[in-house]
């Protein structure tokens, strides 16, 4: 009785194990860490965050605007989509409006429209 | 004829009867053990002596003789070993018998004791000598009469257990016949039944050793009364033998009774004295069979359970009556109550005395098995030994009893179980450079033995800096196999169900790199166990760079003050005062438009952002940018450059606005004043006269008056007067620069010359040696008054006697004079003066290729504002609809509705002029362009729920920048934009130039985010049809409302003030595009 006891806690352990190393969370990139905080602003912080970050042309400040279009809040996506816009990025929001069909993504067309 | 010797040889017939004197007696019969006496008498009938006679007898089978009865004629005949010579070979010699002689031989014989019944004995004497041969007597004979008899003493029975008479056991029925008669028994039968409580052993019936149950046809045991022997002779015996089986069990005591009977055809059948045996039986216990027994006996681990098993076998022959058992458990073995069974049925539980258990009767060969269970408790010494012990107790006989043992080897040993051992974190996963790590170890040897030699091992990150290891508050010392990387505690025995605890403590080192996981593990070892892993604990660093204003800045360089064309060096200084490295530092200069970043040092430049790369906690990087002032721009009006700071991984930081302040001033210093000719004149000669004046200073003259004091030598030809080759008119009959104002020169940008050229003549009257010389006077900015002097023009005067004039027909009393309106000359390379550098100045970046002119008022109108610029004439703005942009337009004023005047800054920005006046605007398009990125930002903002409006969603520094030099721009501006050629839809305006530099005076003093600027702008909306109009002046009314409001009641306004009117008003505007459209 003693050993199969101990042989299931051995199988429960190497479970949880395995478990673990699957499920444990990996290092971060510094972009990665980025968009961490992004997500932790409000939406008129993350409003003014896309307005800033815009200007800058490196890859990490472009992939947070591109993942800023998947916003919940449709403001911020919207902000996105205008500061693609305005540098001259269509492919990716193009492509994001693209993958994304409907109300949304028509909201946003007429609203670059309008600021066009 | 046979001799003597021969005769009575076994086997050899008898003698013929020739003498008849043998006479015997009994004379018939004889029986065992009488006596036979036979004489025999004879007589020498002849002759002659007999010589040499002897005399010989027979010994028939059966007789023998008796000893001393030989007699010779009544003389014993023997010799001294009682052998009897008449029984030899050669017989008696009876020495030599005469004639009638008579000689009488007597024997006697003893008839054997044994003779068979019937048996013939004949007896005959015989005589010979040396004269006669042999002679044989008579032969007598007897008839032997006997009988056996096998009723004896001898003939017995008996039965005896081989060892002792204990049921199981075999005995042996021993059957002894014995013929004490004298004949030979026949067909001895004898019936011996087997003894009640045995059975007969098959094949163990003997008789004299021999087997007859082959003779006999069947088993002993079936056969009753079989002739155990044929014949049994005469004093023999025979013994009868078999064994039988003593029942088992059978009770202590039992009478084994064995009988016989006997017979044989001789003697009729009798019974033997019956033999008995007593039973020998008992309960016994005493064997391998009863046994004590612990299940498991070894490696018995502490709380294991035992299973004590107690067989008590009966090995006796008797049933055992009230067996108990009674278990003596030692201290560490704790029966387990209920648990006990016997043959496996679950016992009665009491509570008294629960180790004594009664176990009932126990028959012979049966067994009775009682299992108690028992555990074992903890803690145990390991490899000790537990004893446990059982008495067996029965009562026959009385008061028996049995001890048994039996031991339990103890397999113990500690355990530091996963649940109860263990490394935690305490605090926080999140680990700070510089800050505290703590992890708490407990060792609980939850086992059952003591742990020795124990050593904790650590497994620390190397970086962590003062690892200690603590144990209730006192540190501990620390080993390992080095000096400098100790990792090993030396903790000693750790007790059965001992907890200890420590704490280990380590710092982390700063600057450390982020999301490193630092671990600290340990393992515990002991001599029993080995090594015990014990789950690390982890921590995640969070270490960030970082940046903040104060130590990340701008600096001026040495100037303190930037001048235009003039290189201003600004130092960039980045302190990385976080923790980790920074990758990607760069830096997003945001200069104003009046400034260039011309180099950078120290950094790489990437347009307008400086990248430093990869920056090391605590470490600074600097660079050194050089800005020029591409402009020249009013006293004190500042450069501002602003920065940026992004970097991997960490918000943006602005860091400190750097204002540099500007000092740009016009100089016109210098200068030349120059006459041709420049030496010398003769009196009435025209004198051309150049002044070339250049504005070599760094900032752009507002207002430049040159005026240059007449000189009465020289007489003005009127109309002469070009500035730059275009004629200036004359100020009445004064020369232009001759007036009270001058000539008034605008916005003459650093480098930018003007030649003022004139002619005069030289009066006639003056006389020789008369030097002449102007001096100009050059007033710019209201406060300099830069003074230029020419060359001395001396009077060359000649007498002159001469009254013919070549080419009059007649004389003239007078002079050949100048020629009027002469063509005026080029100036010459060699004319300029050498002025310093100044900053290339074209069209391109707004400035005017001239100093634009405009003829200084009469001195009758002396009462005019000096700048000249008065005018009530209004400009005129135009804003140009296509198609495409008017129904955007609409739909962005549609969308753009707001609570609040916010609204309204939309459609300022929507109708915000291309054109104003007729000249080119350079400011327009900037602003158009800002306050579409502003205002567009805002409409986004705007449509969050809740959004409270900030001052930089109104205004910002670079808006307000360009906004002043729209302001100034279309303050100066005249006349009426042209018309847009595409456009379908033109809405013009008009406004007051004038209103609109008042306004642009108030801009340096007012506040970002209030309502000047938009006043401003405002002015410039299109006024043309009615609708417009109404708006504008509404517009205006509403915003002018706000002069003195503060930028909270402006931006509060802007986003709660509602205004009926001026929104009705916009939406009459807009119905009215619509069906312009």
């Known amino acids: 009785m003693l050993a199969v006891t101990l042989v299931l806690v051995v199988f429960i352990v190497a479970l949880a194990t395995v478990g673990y190393a699957l499920v444990r969370p990996r290092r971060k990139s510094d972009a990665d860490l980025l968009i961490d905080e992004f997500g932790n602003l409000s939406n008129a912080e993350r409003c003014e965050f896309i307005f800033a970050v815009a200007t800058l042309d490196d890859p990490s400040s472009l992939r947070l605007v591109e993942r800023a279009l998947d916003d919940p809040c449709e403001a911020v996506a919207l902000a996105a989509a205008h500061a693609l816009t305005t540098a001259g990025r269509t492919a990716p929001l193009e492509r994001f409006l693209s993958e994304h069909p409907g109300g949304r993504a028509e909201s946003i067309t007429a609203s670059l429209e309008l600021l066009a | ?1077």
């Not at chain 2, 009682?82 to 008696?92: F, H, I, K």
């Not at chain 2, 096998?150 to 014995?178: F, K, M, W, Y």
């Not at chain 2, 990758?583 to 430093?612: M, Q, W």
């Not at chain 2, 409409?939 to 808006?959: C, G, H, M, N, Q």
């Open chain 2, 1 to 1077: 004829m046979r001799p003597l010797s021969e005769v009575f040889a076994p086997g050899a017939p008898t003698l013929p009867e020739r003498l008849r004197t043998l006479v015997v007696s009994p004379e018939r019969e004889l029986e065992p053990g009488m006596t036979v006496r036979a004489a025999f008498t004879f007589r020498n009938h002849g002759g002659a002596p007999a010589t040499g006679v002897q005399i010989r007898f027979n010994v028939p089978d059966g007789l023998v003789y008796l000893v001393g009865s030989g007699l010779l004629d009544g003389n014993e005949l023997d010799d001294e070993l009682g052998n009897s010579p008449l029984l030899s070979r050669a017989g008696a010699h009876v020495g030599d018998v005469l004639p009638n002689e008579e000689r009488r031989i007597e024997i006697a014989y003893s008839v054997a004791g044994a003779i068979e019944n019937g048996t013939t004995v004949e007896l005959q004497a015989a005589v010979a000598s040396f004269e006669l041969p042999c002679v044989g007597s008579n032969v007598v004979r007897l008839v032997a009469r006997s009988k056996p008899q096998l009723a004896n003493a001898l003939t017995c029975i008996s039965i005896e257990a081989a060892r002792d008479a204990v049921p199981g056991s075999q005995a042996q029925v021993t059957i002894r016949i014995h013929n004490a008669g004298e004949s030979t028994a026949r067909d001895v039968v004898v019936v011996s039944p087997i003894p009640e409580y045995t059975s007969y052993v098959a094949g163990s019936a003997r008789v004299n050793g021999r087997e007859i149950e082959r003779e006999l046809g069947a088993s002993f045991d079936h056969v009753y009364a079989p002739v155990v022997l044929r014949s049994l002779p005469a004093r023999a015996s025979a013994t009868l033998v078999y064994r039988v089986a003593i029942d088992a069990p059978l009770p202590g005591g039992t009478q084994i009774v064995a009988r016989a009977d006997a017979a044989s055809q001789e003697t009729p059948a009798f019974s033997l004295d019956p033999a008995s045996l007593t039973v020998l039986s008992a309960p016994g216990f005493g064997d391998e069979r009863t046994s004590f027994s612990a299940d498991p006996a070894h490696g018995v681990r502490p709380g294991q359970r035992v299973r004590l098993t107690l067989t008590a076998f009966n090995a006796g022959s008797a049933a055992a009556q009230r067996v108990s058992a009674r278990l003596e458990l030692p201290e560490h073995l704790f029966v387990v109550r209920g648990a006990a069974t016997i043959d496996g049925r679950p016992l009665r539980e009491r509570r008294k005395d629960p180790l004594r258990f009664q176990l009932g009767p126990i028959d012979a060969d049966q067994c009775v098995t009682l299992c108690v269970d028992c555990v074992l408790t903890s803690p145990l010494v390991d490899k000790s030994v537990v004893s446990a012990a059982a008495v067996l107790d029965w009562d026959d006989p009385p008061a028996s009893s049995r001890r048994l043992e039996c031991d339990v080897q103890v397999r113990s040993e500690p355990a530091f179980s996963a649940r109860r051992n263990g490394l935690t974190r305490a605090g926080s996963a999140i680990a700070v450079p510089g800050g505290a790590l703590e992890a708490a170890i407990v060792l609980e040897n939850d086992g059952s033995a003591d742990a020795n030699d124990g050593v904790l091992r650590l497994h620390i990150e190397p970086a962590l800096d003062d690892v200690a290891v603590f144990e209730s508050g006192r540190r501990l010392a620390l080993e390992g196999r080095s000096a400098d990387s100790p990792d090993t505690v030396e903790l000693g025995t750790l007790e059965a169900y001992e907890t200890r605890r420590l704490t280990i403590r380590a710092r982390v080192p700063s600057p450390f790199a982020n999301a490193r996981e630092l671990r600290i593990g340990a393992s515990l070892h002991t001599r029993e166990l080995g090594e015990t892993q014990l789950p690390d604990a982890l921590w995640r660093v969070d270490s960030h760079p970082a940046f903040d204003r104060e130590t990340s800045r701008l600096e001026l360089g040495a100037q303190s003050v930037l001048r235009p064309n003039q290189l201003a060096d600004v130092d960039v200084i980045v302190t990385n005062v976080g923790t980790d490295s920074a990758h990607n530092v760069s830096l997003r200069c945001y200069i104003s438009p009046e400034a260039r970043l011309e180099s950078v040092d120290g950094a790489t430049r990437e347009k307008s952002s400086l990248l430093f790369g990869e920056l090391a906690p605590a470490a600074h990087a600097r660079a050194r940018l050089g800005l020029r002032l591409l402009r020249g721009l009013a006293k004190d009006w500042p450069v501002t450059v602003d920065g940026l700071l992004t970097a991997d991984g960490m918000l943006p930081v602005p860091l400190e606005r750097l204002i540099i302040a500007t000092n740009a001033e016009p100089d016109f210093s210098t200068g030349s004043f120059q006459s041709e000719p420049a030496d010398t004149v003769d009196p009435g000669e025209t004198v051309e006269w150049f002044l070339h004046v250049r504005n070599g200073g760094d900032g752009t003259a507002r207002i430049a008056q040159i005026t240059i004091v007449g000189s009465e030598s020289l007489i003005y030809v009127p109309n002469s007067t070009t500035v730059n080759d275009v004629p200036i008119r004359d100020s009445g009959a004064l020369p232009p620069f001759a007036g009270s104002r001058g000539i008034v020169l605008n916005d003459v940008d650093p480098g930018v010359e003007a030649t003022i050229r004139w002619r005069s003549v030289v009066h006639n009257a003056l006389p020789a040696g008369t030097s002449i010389a102007h001096v100009a006077h050059i007033r710019y900015d209201g406060e300099r008054d830069d003074e230029i002097v020419s060359a001395e023009l001396r009077i060359r005067a000649t007498p002159i006697f001469a009254n013919a004039i070549p080419g009059l027909p007649f004389g003239l009393d007078g002079m050949l004079g100048p020629a009027l309106a002469a063509r005026p000359r080029a100036l010459s390379e060699d004319r300029f003066l050498q002025l310093p550098p100044a900053t290339p100045v074209s069209e391109g970046n707004g400035s005017h290729p001239l100093a634009q002119l405009s003829a200084a008022p009469d001195d009758d109108v002396e009462d005019a504002p000096p700048e000249g610029f008065e005018t009530t004439d209004a400009t005129g703005t135009i804003v140009a609809f296509t198609p495409d942009r008017l129904g955007r337009t609409l739909r962005l004023l549609r969308e753009a509705r707001f609570r609040g005047l916010i609204t309204h800054l939309f459609a300022v920005r929507a109708f915000l002029p291309e054109g104003v006046g007729d000249g080119r605007c350079s400011a327009l398009g900037a602003t158009r362009e800002l306050l579409r990125e502003e205002l567009d930002r805002l409409f986004i903002k705007l449509r969050l729920p809740l959004y409270v409006l900030t001052a930089r969603d109104v205004e910002t520094p670079s808006l307000r920048t360009t906004l002043e030099r729209l302001v100034q721009e279309a303050g100066a501006a005249r006349g009426v934009p042209a018309e847009a050629p595409t456009a379908e839809l033109t809405l013009r305006g008009t406004f007051d130039p004038k209103e609109l530099r008042d306004l642009g005076e108030r801009f340096a003093q007012a506040q970002l985010a209030t309502a000047l600027p938009w006043a401003a702008l405002a002015r410039l909306l299109p006024d043309e049809t009615s609708a417009c109009a109404n708006y504008r002046a509404l517009l205006l009314e509403a915003l002018d409302g706000f002069e003195d409001a503060d930028c909270n009641e402006f931006i509060d306004a802007l986003q709660h003030r509602d205004d009926s009117r001026l929104d009705a008003a916009l939406d009459a505007m807009v119905a009215s595009l619509h069906s312009m459209a």
